[in-house]
């Protein structure tokens, strides 16, 4: 596959020896770690010369012991350019992309929370809703985890600070009350509006949750946190939350399109745009894609976690203006949710795929 710093092929479509978007199933079962093709061990001491783009990320992701989708696209390269694999050049001329296993569909979990609070900031920018209306959140509201999902007593906030916990900390009890007040039917819609045909919207998170209870035979949060630790990891990966076509799921190239509208402001009105940005700049947690690049280099993003899944999409945002829409899903074998060595290495992958179309 040829590779160039211009065209829709750059670098490596799929660095992975051809499984590229004809394989996986995108669920969070046994994987097999990319593997560069036709190169030895060391790869000329570690990127020396003649080592490609693509090689490099499959390097990266191999070492890691994981399999992954990672798109990466300027932001400000014309959108209307950019198409699928069956779609190589449109008529808008190419456009600068690292791509790899970009189309496969893949379960994207709390990465949904972008789109769900970009639709709460377009109903507040035309006075749909009033982000400081308050709300309630009581026992029976809360799923657990961080933010109001945590609390031990009702707490009383606004939509803007449920729409700030779900970004900021993940709050899925957050993340539910903001969804149940922008309407539950709306996100598929949005998705459509904004061209996003393969990203899937099912429920938000208690249907996550009462869906997981059910499938390991649970009853209760309680009861799930019993029974989860004693399952197989056969048993786990059968579980309809890690198959992308049973739950929210999209592809790398989706979401990337979908952050490139966002920071173009062209997602919605412009002070919507800049609610999402602004929220996703105030994210906590900077292992995955942060971590991968230096100082003075800002990046926004949303992340999202399942037992054997890694996954996050955002926007690097240089001192020269110049800005870079990243998505990368990690599956591993191993079921832990937290792999600091996975996190780490999507933000390597992130980061060699950004350089490359800026030195291109």
Not at 47 to 64: K, L, M, Q
């Amino acid at each position: 596959m040829p590779e160039q710093v211009h065209g829709r092929r750059p670098y490596a479509s799929d660095p992975t020896g051809g499984a590229g978007n004809r394989g996986g199933d995108g669920r969070g079962g046994p994987v097999r770690a990319p593997q560069a093709v036709g190169r030895r061990p060391g790869l000329a001491r570690r990127y020396g010369a003649g080592v490609t783009v693509g090689e490099r990320i499959a390097d990266v992701f191999g070492r890691a012991g994981v399999a992954a989708s990672l798109h990466v696209v300027d932001v400000d390269d014309d959108p209307e350019r950019a198409g699928g694999d069956d779609d190589p050049e449109r008529a808008g001329g190419p456009v600068r992309e690292v791509a790899v296993r970009a189309d496969e569909q893949v379960v994207i979990a709390s990465v949904f929370k972008i789109l769900l609070v970009l639709e709460f900031a377009r109903q507040a920018s035309v006075g749909q809703l009033d982000p400081t209306e308050r709300v309630l959140v009581r026992a029976a509201d809360r799923l657990g985890g961080w933010g109001v999902a945590g609390c031990a007593d009702d707490a009383e906030v606004s939509l803007r600070d449920l729409a700030y916990f779900a970004m900021s900390v993940s709050d899925n009890t957050a993340a539910d009350l903001l969804l149940r007040r922008v309407g539950r039917d709306v996100l598929p819609m949005l998705a459509a509006e904004l061209g996003l045909p393969r990203t899937r919207i099912v429920g938000g998170p208690r249907e996550l949750v009462e869906t997981m209870l059910a499938d390991v035979g649970a009853r209760t949060e309680a009861e799930f946190a019993r029974i989860f630790p004693t399952l197989s990891d056969e048993r786990v990966r059968a579980m309809r939350v890690l198959d992308p076509a049973h739950t929210t799921s999209s592809t790398a190239r989706e979401m990337t399109r979908l952050l490139g509208l966002i920071w173009r402001d062209e997602a919605g009105p412009a002070p919507a745009c800049a609610t999402v940005r602004e929220l996703m700049d105030r994210q906590l947690f900077w292992t995955r894609l942060a971590s991968g690049f230096p100082p003075g280099v800002r990046v926004r993003a949303k992340t999202g976690t399942l037992p054997g899944l890694h996954l996050e999409a955002g926007v690097a945002e240089y001192p020269d203006g110049r800005r870079y829409a990243m998505a990368v899903f990690a599956r591993t074998e191993r079921l832990a949710t937290r792999r600091i060595d996975v996190d780490l290495a999507m933000g390597e992958a992130a980061r060699i795929a950004v350089e490359a179309l800026r030195d291109g």
